[in-house]
């Protein structure tokens, strides 16, 4: 086994403990909304998108059209255009046929760890692919077993409908290395909760992740040396 993909497979460890849980919960969902095995699997398959997912079977358990779903996840999915322009920088030259399985691979997770080092995936496609598609399977593998075994597991006893948000905060912490980084992250959680649920359609997260995007900026801005001027946050102090 090569250095990359033993980094690789390092490196998805956390997602892939997150993934298994989530992807229980969402075969648990899709067969309750009235999908098939073979129906869930697929989507896994071939969406491997979760909030898209989620958002999809219960769409079509509350008996909504195909047209409908399709639109609305392709629109919670545009995301995904912003993030592979992202990382498409740090793979200048890259053959198509290479490049379109690791643009079709990319998740919320994978981007923000491949994004919190970007030394490890600079002209390392295989790295990045490697961590993608070892999160795939653990997605595809937990949705699996959700269809197969969900009717005989209390999913609410093992606080898995929690597992997406404490997987998020797992690759928040991971990120946060300087104290410019804890301020940003401060601030877009009190903005979120100030605004919770004085704006419709979860529009709190988003004005929270573009305010606390300005107000890094703006305080980036504000310093001149090659580091920003902020200084690390040690390990043993966070």
């Not at 067969?31 to 129906?39: C, D, N, T, W």
């Not at 997987?167 to 104290?179: A, D, G, N």
Request: charge should be positive; charged fraction near 10%; aromatic fraction near 8%.
């Amino acid at each position: 086994m090569s250095n990359t993909i033993r980094e690789g497979l390092k490196a998805a460890f956390p997602i892939v403990l997150g993934y298994l849980p989530v992807g229980m919960a969402y075969g648990v969902l899709a067969r309750s909304a009235g999908l098939s095995v073979m129906e869930t699997t697929g989507m896994s398959l071939f969406v491997f998108a979760g909030a898209s997912q989620f958002i999809a079977v219960s769409m079509l358990g509350a008996g909504a059209g195909v047209y409908s779903v399709v639109l609305t996840t392709f629109v919670v999915n545009s995301r995904h255009m912003l993030m592979t322009s992202a990382l498409a920088r740090y793979f200048p030259g890259l053959a198509l046929k290479k490049m379109i399985p690791l643009s079709g691979q990319v998740t919320d997770e994978s981007f923000a760890l491949a994004m919190s080092d970007t030394s490890r995936i600079a002209g390392k496609p295989d790295y990045l692919l490697v961590l993608q598609m070892t999160a795939y399977g653990a997605w595809v593998t937990g949705s699996v077993a959700g269809a197969l075994f969900g009717s005989v597991i209390d999913s609410a006893s093992f606080g898995i409908p929690f597992a997406m948000t404490a997987l998020f905060i797992c690759l928040l912490v991971m990120q946060v290395t300087k104290r410019l980084h804890l301020v940003v992250a401060v601030t877009a959680g009190i903005i979120a909760l100030g605004l919770q649920g004085v704006l419709p359609n979860n529009l709190h997260i988003i004005i929270a992740a573009v305010g606390a995007s300005a107000v890094g900026l703006w305080l980036s801005s504000r310093r001149t040396d090659s580091d920003n001027g902020w200084p690390e946050i040690e390990v043993g102090n966070r």
